[in-house]
């Protein structure tokens, strides 16, 4: 729902036009599987689908997860604003100073108390995490690619044959103006219209550590090389990654690890601050 989730999306926008949302608060696919079925029913014939899905997360320009700098406001808040409600929810559930939320009765809220639950099983994972804003994403990503893959097992069989369904699931990652914005990828894989595994990607999307590729013989390397090389092209043809822009794959690596750690600090670059931010994928 957020404004500073349609950077990625219009970038998907310009390379397919007009996407099909099934989305809702914090991320999580509330369409379900009668969204992907009408999805599904839109998709040319002889064609292919890609998804992409998962939460988002904010870097602020003091270095701060979970906040981010908005147009006109003198402070940061908080990013994403669900994903932190959901959190201090869960936070009081389990210790015990509220009770668990029955599912609604009414709309008014309904996405709000879904995201909350949904959230619960991993009270714990969040409560012993060193920096839960760090942690908060990537419990949530956990959760919606569980319902991700429910909704695609039971509308896979709308999807006409022969095409495929590509499933690019992570976590948007929101920077202040003037920065690029990152996509740090969890899911990366192909599946049939009867919901079977084609290929898993996600692997080839991590370049092999030298130690490792001496272990390998020369055609099993020059594979590896070939299979990276499209999956970039691919990953690029998706709209992943924007045309004339190259990412510093150290740069990114280093950004990952210090996300993980709680330590990734933003600098703001006041001088350039183009329409539109640039989109880096995080691997």
Do not use: W
């Not at 995201?115 to 994403?137: F, S, T």
């Amino acid at each position: 729902c957020d404004e500073v989730n349609r950077e990625l999306e219009q970038t998907m926008i310009d390379m397919y036009g007009e996407n099909f949302s099934m989305g809702g608060l914090a991320g999580f696919a509330f369409g379900g599987v009668t969204s992907f079925c009408a999805m599904a029913h839109h998709i040319p014939e002889g064609g292919n689908c890609a998804i992409l899905y998962g939460p988002h997360v904010g870097i602020d320009d003091k270095g701060n997860v979970g906040k981010i700098n908005r147009r006109g406001r003198m402070c940061s808040g908080a990013c994403c604003g669900s994903a932190a409600a959901a959190a201090g929810y869960v936070k009081s559930v389990k210790s015990g100073e509220v009770k668990a939320a029955a599912p609604p009765q009414e709309c008014i809220d309904a996405q709000q108390t879904f995201v909350g639950n949904m959230l619960l099983p991993y009270a714990q994972r969040l409560e012993d995490a060193k920096n839960n804003q760090v942690e908060l994403p990537l419990a949530l990503f956990d959760s919606q690619d569980e319902l991700m893959q429910k909704i695609v097992a039971g509308g896979c069989g709308e999807v006409h044959s022969p095409g495929n369904i590509a499933l690019i699931g992570g976590i948007q990652i929101n920077t202040p103006a003037g920065t690029s914005e990152f996509f740090l990828p969890k899911v990366f894989e192909i599946r049939n219209n009867r919901g079977e595994l084609v290929a898993n990607l996600i692997d080839t999307l991590y370049v092999v550590e030298p130690e490792a590729s001496k272990k390998d013989d020369i055609f099993t390397v020059m594979i590896k090389a070939l299979t990276l090389l499209l999956l970039l092209l691919t990953v690029m043809s998706l709209g992943l990654h924007v045309a004339g822009q190259r990412t510093n794959l150290m740069e990114a690596r280093q950004i990952q690890r210090d996300l993980q750690m709680g330590n990734l600090y933003v600098q703001e670059n006041e001088d350039s601050l183009p329409k539109r931010k640039k989109q880096k994928l995080l691997v």
